[in-house]
């Protein structure tokens, strides 16, 4: 009875280094392929939120100085126009 229990303690023993060493080729594996990953972010011209989130108010305040421009030039444009109705604009269609 006794030896049994011996092979039963090695077979324990062994079963319980085999998931050391599977958990730290996990551990490993799982490293080197969040270093991949990060070299390969690295070496994109991929941007960061903070600047993605600058540039795009920037193109925003762009476009409402835009619309403010084309208002005031429309209505100089307006107020430029003779008020007479006989003249000919020197364009052919």
Partial sequence: MQGRNRFLDDMAQLMTNAMGVAQGAREEAETALRSMLDRWLADRDFVTREEFDA??????????ENEALKARIEALEASAKPSGAGRKSGKTD
């Fill in 55 to 64: 540039v795009r108010a920037m193109a925003q305040k762009a476009r409402e």
